[in-house]
């Protein structure tokens, strides 16, 4: 498969760039290809403005350029993984704003829908399972995830993972982690 990875986090130090390289080499040794998307990188800018606002009334839409190159860079991709640090419970700013703006009606939604056939979203949180468990919160997001966004968009193949307790910068638990960022990659899309 082609593979849409899209990276949201402001520094490329990050722990979610170090996972999203393992993930990558694990897609890579699956034999998948893949495209790296780094939101901040590229500038994207998360803003709704007018001229990117679902328009139900008209059958074709055209959005901003901005938004016009990102759909052509989905379009040419079957599948997408998104990997992003989880920040008050919720996707970051940035990526928020890249589902809002690209992800529009006549082409995620609406009149048509995605056509990639799996996604992924790895969110990297700085808090224990138990703690993400606590009030649901791990719930929430995967519904969020699922079934609001990429269900709603036609994706029937959608899966959460957690990387938990990202403060824990113990080598060795860093390296757990960008493990399993690794094995996700590994075995990207295929049944349990």
């Known amino acids: 498969m082609n593979v849409l990875t899209v990276v949201s986090h402001p520094r490329k130090d990050s722990l979610t760039f170090q996972a999203a390289g393992r993930f990558v080499q694990g897609l890579g040794e699956a034999g998948h290809q893949v495209e790296v998307l780094d939101l901040h990188g590229i500038g994207f800018d998360p803003i709704l403005k007018g001229t990117d606002e679902?328009?139900?009334?008209?059958?074709?839409?055209?959005?901003?350029?901005?938004?016009?190159t990102e759909i052509r860079r989905m379009k040419e991709h079957d599948a997408l993984a998104f990997i992003f640090p989880i920040w008050w419970w919720h996707l970051p700013a940035m990526l928020k704003g890249y589902i809002d703006r690209v992800w529009n009606n006549g082409f995620a939604y609406g009149i048509d829908h995605l056509?990639?056939?799996?996604?992924?979203?790895m969110g990297l949180a700085g808090v224990s399972e138990e703690q993400m468990k606590k009030r649901n919160y791990d719930e929430m997001l995967t519904?969020?995830?699922?079934?609001?966004?990429?269900?709603?968009?036609?994706?029937s193949d959608s899966k959460v993972e957690f990387l938990?307790?990202?403060?824990d910068s113990k080598p060795e638990h860093y390296e757990r982690l960008l493990e399993q960022a690794y094995h996700l990659g590994l075995n990207y899309a295929k049944k349990p």
């Open 54 to 68: 679902p328009d139900l009334s008209v059958e074709k839409q055209l959005f901003s350029q901005e938004v016009e």
């Open 115 to 121: 056509h990639h056939r799996h996604v992924l979203w």
């Open 164 to 167: 938990y307790e990202t403060l």
């Open 143 to 155: 519904h969020l995830l699922n079934v609001g966004i990429a269900g709603y968009c036609g994706v």
